[in-house]
């Protein structure tokens, strides 16, 4: 027995010793910055992203420019590569040298827990002018003054209108305030004789394609934290009043009227998506949506223009988030990977190139006003929108999107009457946020 | 000779015996290592884990029972638990009586036995990602299949994986459609009976339906204890099944990253794995995660160990019959 116990901790210890070294494992992190390659250096960077068919074709392009600085270098892009691959990438020791990631909510966790190597001395050793990025954007790629990433494109939101059904409806124009929006939905909405919905002036339900709190946010004059860094929610006048909005649409519609027809409706990113067939008249959404239409729904006349606020003075007022790059922690090549990120921030040829590919607005400002960009009247309104200095970046934290799916399933649970005490409902939400943060200790 | 035997074995029958203990060594070894390598060892690096702070990234800073005190205050910990354990409870019964009623009609079937044996497996073959989607597209209430089909008759469908009554019912419906493998084990253990038991029983005056409750039932209890617990640890590990219906129910079931809606509608599809992923990868809190995952798999190991007790308990008591 003796002897089983003794084998036992044994056991018990190598588990824990294996675990320790495992735990710790990964590549150093530099704070210096490492050396660019030499104009003979042969040597291949392995780009890591989420693209996948068309998509990875025109990054792949647009990665291949880099080669007119550094013909030496070999570029290896490889797609469909999620934040779960790079975390595990990373604690393997098979990272890539630069890592593109679509879930900007994890910038705060990939800047805190060093996961992204820190930028800022390749910036100031390359004199790097930053304000070529607008503050928003340069926002949700930094965490708590630690920079470790840097845009790769942006995603601008706003409204989208279909024009047939304004002019049908007599909608004159697009709505600029939150009444005028809500006065559209109800003249947009067709019901059958049972009451069962056949279009939606405008879909409110949280959660569905881009209605978040977070893209929401903006437009209500939304603050997620205070001063001192405590979920702001409660206290928030924005939020509030976006909970408060919600729920007089969704009281106009009905709940279960609304669930009923949003549940027969397509995925966010398919052909079958409500607004391509005429499903809904007004949405939110990113200026993508744009390319979606003209490729899947030539038949939607839509027009786009800055979503309506509560405040008329924040009129203008967007969200922007998007696709961010980092060196990840282990990297091989950190000196050739900052090149090739710093080319694809800032070689303006090469933003303008893949802009125009992927329908995505441009992250810096000379990219914006190139005459090589292609803008039509819907596009206008996202490149407008992001030059504006009313854009709203994505709010930063350490627990990932932990913050955005409480506010979520909050709004759902108000909205359709389960939770009825909007104030104490917030602060409850408040206090699970605060919580959340504190354990993370970040 | 015996009595030199027992009181000092000859070293030749010494080196014999150890020689034989190497070999079964041997020939265990290579399930010893696997065991040691991918159940030992991650079990024993979870629990360590679960008393620590870890991102994935940097070492673990030790937090004592901190991870486990937050589940007290976890408004979400608790919707999942109470989701896993609703699907322990209808799922495991569902799918186990689901598999035995199929398993015994077929086992009666006269003709196209092995036509209807296959029709019956082939969903559980299905990868559970299309599965789930084939499954959410036919319960679709807005013109789907099922809900025309009620439509017929006046009425209307459950809105399935937007109503969080109804969201968990669907899930149901289709680990049951993809229960075919558990269908074919029964069928098996039902056609393993021997039929001397029947004739035996038929002379005796059973009809069909105490033929079936007297002879088959107790027969083939063995593999319906597996079939349960097979259910319950099915039922505790459900997680493809879970995201694929509660994002698709969201609309976003073709999005990446967080804008995936996890748990949707009102969190009813947010099962304890989901919830246990979602911390671990999607907030970097792997040490929460990890303490997660020890809670689990306490509660699995204990439901395990009371169901085996009872069929046990059942199973002697049959063997012993009246009296025993």
């Not at chain 1, 108000?414 to 104030?423: F, I, N």
Request: hydrophobic letters at 45%.
């Amino acid at each position: 027995m003796r002897k089983h116990t003794r084998a036992a901790l044994l056991c018990v210890a190598a588990a824990l010793t294996l675990t320790a070294c495992a735990a710790g494992k990964g590549g150093g992190a530099s704070s210096e910055a490492a050396a660019a390659p030499g104009k003979d250096d042969k040597l291949t960077l392995t780009v890591w992203s989420n693209y996948s068919d068309r998509e990875l074709e025109e990054v792949t392009k647009a990665l291949k420019t880099f080669n007119k600085k550094f013909p030496n270098i070999e570029i290896k892009h490889e797609g469909s590569q999620d934040d779960d691959k790079i975390t595990a990438g990373i604690r393997s020791g098979n990272t890539p040298d630069v890592a593109l990631s679509f879930t900007t909510d994890n910038i705060g966790q990939f800047c805190s827990s060093g996961a992204f190597q820190k930028l800022q001395p390749y910036i100031d050793r390359d004199k790097v002018d930053l304000n070529q990025i607008s503050p928003a954007v340069r926002e949700y790629t930094e965490y708590k003054g630690n920079r470790c990433a840097m845009p790769m494109l942006t995603d601008v939101y706003a409204m989208y209108y279909n024009t047939g059904m304004m002019a049908e409806a007599g909608v004159a124009a697009p709505p600029k305030t939150l009444d005028e929006l809500f006065e559209a939905a109800k003249k947009l909405t067709k019901k059958a004789p049972n009451g069962d919905i056949e279009r939606a002036g405008y879909l409110p339900t949280m959660g569905f394609y881009a209605n978040r709190p977070t893209i929401l946010g903006p437009s209500f004059g939304a603050e997620w934290t205070t001063p001192d860094g405590k979920s702001a929610l409660a206290t928030s006048p924005g939020f509030t009043e976006m909970m408060t909005f919600q729920k007089k649409l969704v009281d106009f519609y009905g709940f279960d009227a609304l669930e009923r027809f949003r549940a027969g409706l397509g995925q966010e990113y398919s052909a079958d998506h409500a607004f391509h067939q005429g499903k809904i008249a007004i949405m939110m959404d990113g200026e993508y949506r744009t390319a979606f239409l003209k490729a899947q729904a030539p038949q939607i006349k839509f027009g786009t223009a800055p979503f309506p606020t509560w405040k008329p003075a924040d009129y203008g007022t967007a969200f922007t988030t998007g696709t961010i790059m980092g060196i990840p922690k282990g990297a091989k090549n950190p000196g050739a990977a900052w090149e090739l990120i710093k080319h694809l921030s800032f070689d303006t040829d090469t933003i303008v190139d893949l802009s125009n590919a992927i329908k995505n607005v441009p992250s810096t400002k000379a990219a914006m006003e190139s005459p090589k960009l292609e803008v039509d009247a819907q596009f206008k309104t996202f490149i407008d929108l992001a030059k504006s200095d009313k854009l709203k970046g994505n709010p930063v934290t350490p627990i990932g999107d932990a913050h955005i799916k409480a506010v979520t399933d909050f709004a759902v649970s108000y909205t359709s009457g389960k939770e009825p005490d909007l104030a104490a409902g917030l602060k409850k939400v408040d206090q699970n946020i605060d919580d959340q943060l504190a354990k993370s200790g970040k | 000779m015996t009595a030199t035997l027992g009181a000092r074995p000859a070293p030749g029958r010494g080196r014999a015996r150890a020689r034989h203990r190497l070999a079964v060594l041997g020939f265990m070894a290579p399930a010893i290592i696997g065991f040691v390598l991918f159940f030992g060892y991650p079990l024993v690096a979870t629990v360590i884990f679960s008393f620590t702070k870890y991102d994935l990234i940097n070492a673990p800073e030790f937090t004592g029972l901190d991870n486990y005190l937050f589940m007290f205050k976890d408004p979400l910990f608790t919707k999942a638990i109470q989701n896993t354990l609703w699907f322990v409870a209808v799922l495991t019964i569902a799918r186990t009586v689901f598999a035995l009623g199929v398993a015994s009609v077929i086992a009666r079937l006269k003709s196209g036995v092995g036509l209807i044996r296959t029709l019956c497996y082939l969903p559980s073959l299905a990868p559970p990602v299309a599965a789930t989607l084939v499954f959410f597209m036919v319960l679709r209430p807005n013109g789907g299949p099922f809900a025309t089909v009620l439509g017929w008759f006046g009425l209307d469908s459950p809105l399935w994986f937007s109503d969080p009554m109804w969201a968990k019912p669907g899930i149901t419906a289709i680990m049951l459609w993809i229960s075919g493998d558990l269908m074919i084990i029964i069928l098996a253990a039902i056609l393993d009976v021997p039929q001397e038991q029947y004739e035996a029983a038929e002379l005796d005056g059973a009809g069909p339906i105490r033929r079936w409750w007297h002879v088959t039932l107790p027969t083939i209890s063995p593999v319906l204890l597996f079939g349960i617990v097979n259910s319950v640890i099915l039922a505790l590990q459900l997680f493809t099944q879970a995201v694929v219906a509660g994002s698709a129910g969201s609309g976003s079931a073709d999005s990446t990253g967080s804008t995936k809606y996890l748990g949707f509608p009102d969190n009813s599809t947010l099962t304890f794995p989901v919830y246990l992923y979602t911390q671990g990868f999607r907030y970097f809190d792997m040490g929460y995660a990890a303490a997660m995952a020890t809670v689990l798999f306490i509660i699995s190991f204990g439901v395990t160990i009371v169901l085996v007790q009872r069929m046990r308990k059942g199973s002697a008591a049959e063997e012993g019959g009246p009296g025993a």
